[in-house]
T-cell receptor, first 111, second 114 residues
Framework: QKEVEQNSGPLSVPEGAIASLNCTYS??????FFWYRQYSGKSPELIMS????GDKEDGRFTAQLNKASQYVSLLIRDSQPSDSATYLC???????????FGGGTRVLVKP | EAGVTQSPTHLIKTRGQQATLRCSPI?????VYWYQQALGLGLQFLLW???????NRGNFPPRFSGRQFPNYSSELNVNALELEDSALYLC?????????????FGPGTRLTVT
């Protein structure tokens, strides 16, 4: 079992719709959770961080964390063609002070 | 504040050669993280340097090594290059908020081994 799992996609959504991305992690001691956006050929860009159970909203992005279910999600509201990218879920553990990444979900927003 | 910088942008080497990649963290930060993003393998943790010392390494062979200089910039060396070392090598620096554990990436170095 991988430490961090994501559906590879592609997740195809029409422009203006909500894109829903999911991520599960295996280690309960994981402390912090991040979503990165990566355009083709570019480096990952941090778009959301979440540390406690519940929802966190930032503009069109909402991150949701459920530690009991070991599940973190990202919602993109009013999806735009510029949101087309690969979204990486990352989990931080203090042991080793490193991020572990999922394989990423490719999102395609169609005009 | 200036972000994470990496050089070179692209590097082409032949099998068996050595590659040297460089990174400067966000100004004022002492930690540098190196990651490898190879096609089909995702983004994997390579090395963590802090205050000039190697603090942790991922599941990579010893031919992946590096160092951190007194100005906190870092160098990643890959010896005896193999074709499967072709990847995007990313350097990351933590944020100013020590409790957040956020990491910010540089633009990366694309290494191609032929």
């Amino acid at each position: 079992q991988k430490e961090v799992e994501q559906n590879s996609g592609p997740l195809s959504v029409p422009e203006g719709a909500i894109a829903s991305l999911n991520c599960t992690y295996s280690d309960r001691v994981s402390q912090s959770f991040f979503w990165y956006r990566q355009y083709s050929g570019k480096s990952p860009e941090l778009i959301m961080s979440i540390y406690s159970n519940g929802d966190k909203e930032d503009g069109r992005f909402t991150a949701q964390l459920n530690k009991a279910s070991q599940y973190v999600s990202l919602l993109i509201r009013d999806s735009q063609p510029s949101d087309s990218a690969t979204y990486l879920c990352a989990v931080y553990k203090a042991a080793g002070n490193k991020l572990t990444f999922g394989g990423g979900t490719r999102v395609l927003v169609k005009p | 504040e200036a972000g994470v910088t990496q050089s070179p942008t692209h590097l082409i080497k032949t099998r068996g050669q050595q590659a040297t990649l460089r990174c400067s963290p966000i100004s004022g930060h002492t930690s540098v993280y190196w990651y490898q993003q190879a096609l089909g393998l995702g983004l994997q943790f390579l090395l963590w340097y802090d205050e000039g010392e190697e603090r942790n390494r991922g599941n990579f062979p010893p031919r992946f090594s590096g160092r951190q200089f007194p100005n906190y910039s870092s160098e990643l060396n890959v010896n005896a290059l193999e074709l499967e070392d072709s990847a995007l090598y990313l350097c990351a620096s933590p944020s100013r908020t020590s409790f957040s554990n956020e990491q910010y990436f540089g633009p990366g170095t694309r290494l191609t081994v032929t």
